[in-house]
């Protein structure tokens, strides 16, 4: 159950933003622990509830809520990112895109 409130304390400030501020994407199904494989090498915090688990970044290689990807076990996972960047995997999502 602490997992769980974790998880919606990480997407919480996410839902509160302005629309424009965040672009949702959708990635295709991501077992649990492939979720947190790619958690753990962004520097983010994995949480896991009963039906639902997601990893929350600032971004930038540590734990916080720029940056967040949540999954529903058996369906499609859903990242969010700030801005206008178009991550094309679970791990750009997480992460801070890279200059140009």
Same mark, same amino acid.
């Given at each position: 159950m602490r997992s769980l409130t974790v998880l919606v304390t990480l997407m919480a400030p996410l839902a509160l933003a302005a629309p424009a501020s965040a672009r949702d994407l959708t990635f295709p199904k991501t077992t649990a622990d492939q979720l947190k494989a790619v958690c753990d090498k962004a520097g983010g915090h994995f949480?896991? *509830?009963e039906r639902n688990y997601g990893c929350g970044t600032d971004c930038r290689g540590?734990? *916080?809520t720029d940056c967040i990807v949540?999954?529903?076990a058996a369906q499609k996972c859903? !990242?969010?990112v700030v801005g !206008?960047?178009?991550p094309r995997s679970i791990a750009d999502a997480l992460s801070r895109p890279a200059r140009r």
């Open positions: 949480s896991q *509830g540590k734990p *916080g949540t999954c529903t859903t !990242a969010q !206008a960047r178009r």
